[in-house]
């Protein structure tokens, strides 16, 4: 049960964003969030003395996070003299079909004025958006994000395998299903090339590995000292292949289709990879701006993340940790380990649990209101 949006999407949320493109605006539109119920926003370092690619995929993201189908109309909020100019996202986010607002904290003569405006609109556009109702819609309209943090050594072989089933569900029944974490598939990456489509989307797999780790040779570090974390060794693992190994099994075993460069939108159906970090929060902030309506995030030593945008069912590898961080944790994977259930059961009810969170049951980290957010900078500031 969805909210259909004008350009034909359907959101599993119905959020006002009120979006800032430069930090400087950023404290004012979490201002903005707390004055009006409905609203979303987010706290970041981004959108000024960007240059290159670095700058083309902040505004991506900017852009992506506003067209997400779970937003039903935004407010751009910003200060005027920014790189990131306000009125160009704006005007990108208006080509949509949704209502789009937007303010400047420079016109508008100061900070108290440009949130007393931005409070009006966002006002107005929650009451419209409070008027739409969920519709049944077809499971073919999801875009799934999927992620592992905080892996430990059931995460290969209970809760990542859990979410590689429902994958394959998700694709058969014509959706959409995202892999990420680049960093996190180094030694796995010939498993997934020789699903690929084409031999080009299997020569693109190569690639974005080989590219990731020359970011890190081209600085002089190799990337095994920061993957697996200390948590990950901690909980078992003992090298970022092993690690890369489990983290694979979240692609179930459907065709690889395309390879997507980072908040880009995938533009086919089925089991596509976003090129990005292993940082939860940057990868989840890039699934999202790519499109996800909902993120699957599977964790061995617990975690709170969640989004602004999507709500993020949180799924642990084993029981003790699902029964530690309760309040934290959605969904119980360890009952493969325990033998309880089998990873078929699992997956199924793991299935029943994404279509009641996109029709409206909230998750853990919503009721927390934990709305993380990162852009994966790819260049220095200027």
Not at 15 to 20: K, Q
Not at 192 to 207: D, G, I, T, W
Request: with cysteine; proline share 4%; glycine share 12%.
């Amino acid at each position: 049960m969805g909210y259909r949006r004008p350009d034909g999407s359907v959101g599993t949320r119905n959020h006002v964003l009120i979006l800032p493109t430069i930090t400087c605006a950023a404290q004012a539109a979490k201002q903005i969030t707390e004055l009006v119920h409905g609203t979303v926003s987010f706290i970041h370092q981004h959108g000024c003395t960007q240059v290159g690619d670095d700058y083309e995929q902040t505004f991506r993201t900017y852009y992506g996070l506003g067209a997400n189908p779970n937003v039903y109309g935004v407010v751009v909020l910003g200060l005027g003299c920014e790189t990131h100019q306000a009125r160009s996202v704006a005007g990108e986010l208006a080509q949509t079909g949704k209502p789009v607002e937007l303010v400047s904290i420079q016109d508008e003569g100061g900070t108290l004025d440009a949130i007393s405006k931005g409070a009006k609109v966002a006002a107005k556009l929650v009451q419209e958006a409070s008027a739409q109702l969920r519709e049944p819609c077809d499971l073919s309209e999801l875009i799934v994000g999927t992620e592992c943090g905080g892996s430990d050594a059931c995460s290969g072989l209970s809760a990542n395998p859990a979410v590689g089933k429902v994958s394959d569900l998700i694709v058969d029944n014509g959706g959409t299903s995202i892999l990420a974490e680049t960093t996190e598939l180094i030694g796995a990456e010939h498993l997934l090339a020789k699903r690929a489509v084409s031999p080009q989307v299997s020569k693109n797999v190569y690639e974005i590995i080989k590219n990731m780790e020359d970011r890190a040779l081209n600085l002089g570090i190799d990337i095994r000292t920061g993957n697996p974390s200390p948590g990950n060794i901690k909980g078992g693992i003992s090298s970022l292949e092993e690690k890369s190994l489990g983290a694979a099994n979240k692609a179930g075993t459907s065709t690889l289709q395309e390879v997507l460069a980072y908040a880009e939108k995938p533009t086919r159906k089925g089991l596509v990879w976003m090129d990005t970090p292993g940082h939860d929060i940057e990868q989840l902030t890039g699934m999202t701006a790519g499109g996800a309506q909902i993120v699957l995030f599977t964790t061995g030593r617990g975690t709170p993340t969640g989004s602004p945008i999507a709500p993020v069912i949180k799924i642990s590898t084993n029981s003790l940790l699902y029964n530690k961080m309760n309040e934290n944790i959605d969904f119980n994977a360890g009952t493969i380990i325990e033998g309880i259930e089998s990873l078929d059961d699992v997956g199924e009810r793991l299935f029943d649990e994404i279509i009641a969170t996109c029709s409206g049951k909230l998750t853990k980290a919503e009721i927390l209101k934990q709305h993380d957010f990162g852009i994966w900078r790819i260049g220095p500031s200027f």
